[in-house]
């Protein structure tokens, strides 16, 4: 496999099993552009580079192949895919449908070192937009999210969400750059940081909803740009809100 994946050493901690180590050395080839849309790759090289062997490494590409970020090709190898407007109005959904839920019953949950910790991840994204660094913000905003899911307890819910928002980064269609400045998107984050740390799961909930299906249309809008095709976005948009 070329590039190589020099994903390993750039983690914070090794994840817990052998599956969870290759479930992220995949998402972060995908973020660092090691592993790219449409390229064929071979199980073997993968588990070869990560010196671990192929049976946790097919366990891990099965997962994500239920969500649509890869695919198999039999005898040969398997394909990062990219998602279609159809699938990003469906993973937002998806996420609307986990999140809004997680995040109330975090809220409700939470004691003073939860709110201190979510409190920190949002400084942390604060110092990220001051020094224009999308690479650290958008990896705070995703360990931000990803604690709230830890806080409200549901380990499947936080690695879905993970998987999905690790396929919508393939058709390279983040809302940060071009359609909203960091601080724009700071600022969107703020009534959820704010409604949690007061306790409000009510408002918490209604503030994570308005985030994603706010940052939903403007991936779709993104997506659907080079067709130009306004019908199909009302469309798909209207399954976002559905």
């Known amino acids: ?50 010196g671990i062997s192929r049976s946790p490494v097919r366990e891990a590409l099965l997962r994500l192949a239920e969500t649509g970020m890869i695919r198999f090709e039999r005898n040969r190898g398997f394909r990062v895919i990219l998602p279609t407007p159809q699938d990003i109005a469906e ?16 809220t409700i949950q ?9 409190r920190q991840q949002y400084a942390a994204m604060e110092t990220a937009a001051a020094s224009n660094d999308v690479a ?24 879905i969400v993970n998987n999905l928002r690790d396929a919508v980064r393939l058709v390279d269609v983040s809302t940060v750059r071009l359609d909203r400045s960091l601080t724009e998107v700071l600022a969107d984050h703020l009534p959820i940081v704010q409604a949690f740390e007061a306790g409000d799961h009510i408002a918490a909930a209604l503030a994570m909803e308005h985030h994603l299906r706010t940052t939903g249309r403007l991936l779709l809008h993104r997506a659907l740009q080079p067709s130009g095709d306004a019908e199909e976005e009302l469309r798909l948009w209207k399954k976002l809100i559905d």
């Open 1 to 50: 496999m070329s590039p190589s994946l020099p994903v390993l050493s750039a983690l914070d901690a090794p994840p817990a099993s052998l599956t969870e180590r290759t479930l992220e050395a995949v998402r972060q080839g995908v973020r660092s552009g090691a592993l790219q849309p449409g390229e064929l790759y071979s199980v073997y090289r993968l588990a070869e580079e990560l």
């Open 136 to 159: 650290a913000f958008e990896r705070h905003d995703q360990q931000l999210h990803a604690l709230l899911m830890d806080i409200e307890g549901n380990i499947r819910t936080k690695s």
């Open 110 to 118: 939470a004691g003073a070192n939860d709110r201190a910790a979510v």
């Open 91 to 106: 993973i937002v959904s998806i996420r609307v449908a986990l999140e809004v839920p997680a995040v109330r019953r975090a």
